[in-house]
């Protein structure tokens, strides 16, 4: 018998978000995985911090946060070898996953590596799309509207593309290019219907009409833009 992986999402921020599930796998999980920076904690694990056991083992993935390194492939490789030597052995392992796992999630790289030797279960959470959502107090989209996820380092030909063809924009990892991102969307007349929202459920959550945001954006940020005719809007 060997041991199952789990790929558990846990929200936005908030460790109010985690789902029950989430909250019962973590706390009685033998070994923990989890992504963190290369400098500084990680945003997962203190996300479960309160459910984490003290007698739980710990694996960092340690992920390079610069875009010309990323991803880091050989960091999820040394991973799985890792924690397939504790699946062999008949361990759980739980692998921490800031929002949802198989939404921009960095656990896709070991379910591709595990799954087809290990069990292998993806717990879904509270993704940001819905926390940001939440913040600024509008939906998402209605009805029979696009929804289109954008990430913010795309050029600003693809961004202009993705916006126009779409009623309701999610533009994610907006971080340092919030001030390029902000004159297009300007210059597509679309500033009164863009939201902005910075580190979502937390305790310094920013929620402003994009046009007020600040001048630089942390790497959790988003923008949400509805551009629909559904009525919710009036």
Known sequence: ?????????????????MTLKAHRLIRSAPVIAYPAPDSGN????AIAAEAIS?????IPMIVPMHAAR???QEVYADAATQIALHLEAGRDVVCL????????????????????????????GVSSLGA???????????????????????????????????EAIAIMKVGRHLGRIRALIGA???????????????????????????????YFSMILIYKGGDPWLT
């Open 54 to 58: 003290a007698g739980a083992e710990e």
């Open 97 to 124: 996953c800031e929002g949802d796992p198989f939404f921009f999630g960095s656990f896709m790289y070991l379910h591709r590596r595990l799954a087809e030797r290990f069990p292998v279960e993806v717990v879904p």
């Open 1 to 17: 018998m060997t041991g199952t992986l789990y790929g558990v999402g846990v929200g936005p921020g908030d460790p109010e978000l």
């Open 188 to 218: 597509m007349g679309l500033m009164a219907s863009s939201g902005y929202v910075a580190r979502a459920s937390l305790g310094d959550q920013t929620v402003l009409p994009l046009s007020e945001a600040p001048a630089t954006a942390p």
């Open 132 to 166: 940001c959502a939440a913040a600024l107090g509008r939906p998402l989209t209605a009805r029979n509207d696009v929804l289109t996820v954008l990430p913010g380092p795309l050029p600003d030909t693809e961004l202009r593309a993705g916006i126009k063809a779409a």
């Open 70 to 72: 990323f991803p880091a």
């Open 42 to 45: 990680s945003f997962a694990r």
